[in-house]
């Protein structure tokens, strides 16, 4: 014991006799959560569009002032020109196009059914569909108010209507920042131990100290163990430093138990650096290492559930997923600290990423030689 | 210059040395591109959904069907009780509940209105939008279909949509230049500036500096191959996704090239600049990884459009060369768009790459400390 103990304080001191490394640890996540967490959301603030009404009657004007009365639209350009429009979207800056054809007062007038004709920017297929999404909202709403006005003219038969409430629970406002900030969290406290923990040993391989640690009686278990502690700890410490930032910028309310996050984050802390620590035995130099955990770093967190729904995954990929620790502990951030889910809740998320530990580390002791 | 050319041959012998190294470079770009087009989706599918049904009826249970046939949900256990609700969507168990709630179909016909709530995970917000959006969408299609065609003849305006350069509304038209933008930049950064701050670390870059190469030679010696493996990364992805994803090259092939060279030289240099900083490997890969990674990935536009952020990430993304980059692959390759449109662009990743190249030529030190 007293020799682990002995070996732990020895990559302390490695660690932070490098001064630029030492306050990046911790400046660079506290920094990356401040910047990002806000940045970061699928909601849209305004659609710019520019319309081109080739009608110019009261029925087209109606329809434009409820466009500009929305809170989601902007206009921003009105021009007669079709192809003026469609330069615009093509330059991006506008996003929608609406034209409203001639003739279109009149048929309504009539009560003839009439078109207009929006045209999208879709690259991005998702911003596309919700500005469009909006506009026939607005677009139903001005024929719900030609609609109540026949009603007064006509008889009228009441519909059967189903009311649908709906209603968010645990983020009532849908805050973006407090969906982020959690898997934010995730991903840098995997990245400093991932990068850190697997350079570290790599270096020792590259500068030949490590040969003198092989001829020194230190167990194999004992130097792996050295070299997991001290990461877990400064990653231990990112998350409090982060969880801080949560509550005191970002106001995310903790409604699950923190020793239980702590708890679950050692666990993937470990499985984590463990499987660096295995990447490394088999790596000869730092950038070896550092490609072969980038690949493995990028894939995961794209694969982790972050960004997109696990959901939508195929199955094939759902399985292979199985093995990946950050989609269970972007589950357990989320589900502990914005649901506060119990232990009962998270078991198996919780003993996966055991089962991932034990291999991981596992695999890093048997993998090591201390024989050249 | 016949110096310089086996500089530039000792520069390629260590890459090739590292095989390992150079075959991730080469899958890497490979393995997103097929990720995000096979596996990686924003959108809605298999989203568990439970009922709570308090009027269990014929008109609950088909709206039910509807929801779950509709290929977007997946049916969970039912809700027999309130208080189970919460115990469900605690442990992930499912994404929506929807309460129906008593005597449903009475209250249809004798009433004429019946209610239903949904309930939905917050913490999830974009998920939680996106099921509550389709199953109203779905109840609204049933109440419509309730109604009868006489209600929808009414309807006087009906509008149409055209979606421009993305009629299929595929998600592969956002993250090809997304992945093009990130790999590039991270990778030459990555690289240029671990084997500049190698040469340091391992005490090599003494015997390079006492050379008769110039500095700038070792710079660009340095740089060379890299260039050169990046330049083909770049075509791996633009044949990739020509061949699986049926997306080729709108615009001009040649602009696009020209275009992507600049981007690697500028990411090139940054990683020069990061080695000028940075006195071992370690630090230059943090620096690159750690530091470069996440700003990379979510403030450049790559997944989270910069429109939608709130106005000061404007300024701040603005400093940000990967989100000019990909406005130009986006124009050249998927609207097909000419020079014209992103010269502007074009001219800032100049400028960034001259203020890199300028900033390292007054730190690098031809001699140590």
Known sequence: MRTILYLIRKEFLQIFRDKFIGKAIFAIPIVQMLVLVPAVTFEIKEVRICIVDKDLTTESRELESRIV????????????????????????????????????GNDIGKGIPTGVMASANAINAMNAQLSWGYLSGVIQGYNMNILAREINSRTFTPVPQIGITTRFWYNELLNYNWYMLPGILGILVLAIGFILAGLNLVKEKESGTIEQMNVTPVRKYQFMIAKIAPFLVIGLVDLALGLAIGKLVFDIPFIGSLGLLFICSAVFMIAVLGLALFISTFSGTQQQYMFTAFFFMIIFILMSGIFTPLESMPDWAQKIDLVNPVVYIMRINRMVILKGSTFQDIRMEFLALVLIALTTTTLAVVRYRKTA | MERFLVFVRKEFLHIFRDFRTLIILFLLPGALILLFGFVVSTDLKNATVSFLDLSNDEMTQKIADKICSSGFFRKGDNIRDF?????????????????FEKDFSRNIISKGKANVHIITDGSEPNMATMTTNYISAIITDFNNELAGSSAKGILLVQPEVRMFYNPALKSQHMFVPGVITLIMILVCALMTSITITREKELGTMEALLVSPLKPVQIILGKILPYFILSFIDVIIILLLSWLVFDLPVKGSLALLLAESMLYILMSLSIGILISTVSS??????????????????????????????????????????????????????????????????????????????????????????
């Open chain 2, 280 to 369: 071992t490997m370690q630090q230059a890969i943090f620096i690159s990884l750690v530091g470069m990674m996440l700003p990379t990935v979510l403030l450049s536009g790559f997944i989270y459009p910069i429109e939608n952020m709130p106005k000061i990430y404007d300024w701040i993304s603005a400093v940000l060369p990967p989100r000019y980059f990909i406005v130009i692959v986006k124009n050249v390759m998927i609207k097909g768009t000419g020079f014209a449109y992103v010269w502007k662009e074009t001219l800032i990743l100049v400028f960034f790459t001259l203020l890199a190249i300028g900033i390292s030529m007054r730190k690098f030190r031809i001699r140590l400390q």
């Open chain 1, 69 to 104: 009365g929305s809170t989601f639209f902007r206009v921003i350009y009105a021009t007669f020109s079709e192809k003026e429009a469609n330069d615009l979207l093509h330059r991006g800056r506008c996003d929608l196009v609406l034209q409203i054809p001639h003739g279109f």
């Open chain 2, 83 to 99: 208080s189970e609700i919460d115990q469900a969507l605690r442990a992930n168990k499912v994404k929506a509940v929807v309460v």
